[in-house]
């Protein structure tokens, strides 16, 4: 007897060690403690994990939580457009102190909802503000400029003459200033090299907003049609519509080229074929504006981040020394305004 009532005992301590191990981690329900700093995430249309435009931002949330920023982070993945005010809302009812809104789509809820809530910050990745919107801060980058890189790049490397960009929709003015980017660059460096590239840009406009950026067999037949024609270079910008080119281009034997991260880390099937990645540095532009909202040094508007080109990896010895230097010129010239895109930011 005196043998159970120990083991009892032992259970009875076991388990209030554990209760209290449990209280001292903040979890969603303690986000209206001032103390407890929570950051929600509401994607765009498509999946945390399409391995670039999405995901970038949520590792952004996830690398101010490891940094000791946030104590809470979740995230709210939008598979209806109609269903953006409601999903900010969850995050706002539950009293998170930031809610990062992910894509050019989610612009208006986002405002209204700071609104709504004015205590919250807003951090929305691609919203350009024509006007400053109290409570938010938007968080763009120059694509022209990445797509421009990488589209030099193509030519430069293209031995067909011929190269190809499947992107999603052009309303979406990141995704109209990547693919008229990557024309621009090839222009930009047949000029240099005495050479002539064509070049095919293909945007899914002809779907709802809710298929445009998670087509990937879309995206793939896209590619094959482009390469059936000559191309030998492709770039894929679009979510997962573009990550089914890029495969698709990949397992062709083509130069695949991603977009947003550098997708020689996330598309695996691609990477032996991965020649680069025009790159918004979405990850740590999210953690710094959070990082700035936890220590009060956050402003309403814009705010720029950067954007470039990612290794060659697999493929650096295939790069000529010539074509390299070519980038690095160009990308300094991209930086201190000697060279320009003349890309539009919006689809006129």
Known sequence: MKKLYFVMALLIVASMILSACGASAPTAEDCTKEEVFCVGLVTDVGKINDKSFNQSAWEGVQKSNTDGVADVVQFIETADAKDYAKNIAQFGDAGYDVIVTVGFGLGEATAAAAATYPAIRFIGVDQFQAETVPGVSGLNFPEDNAGFLVGALA???????????????DVVPPVWRFGEGYKAGAAYADGLNGTTTEVFVVYHSDVGFDKTFTDPEWGAQTAKSMMDQGADAVFGCGGLTGNGAITAAAQAGAYAIGVDTDQYLTLPEAAPRMLSSAMKLITPGVADLIAATKDGSIADGNVFGAAGYAPFHDLEGDVPAEVKAMLEEINAGLLDGS??????????
């Open 155 to 169: 030519a430069a490397m293209s031995e067909s003459g011929k190269i190809g960009a499947v992107c999603g929709t």
């Open 339 to 348: 060279i320009t895109t003349g890309v539009a930011p919006v689809k006129p």
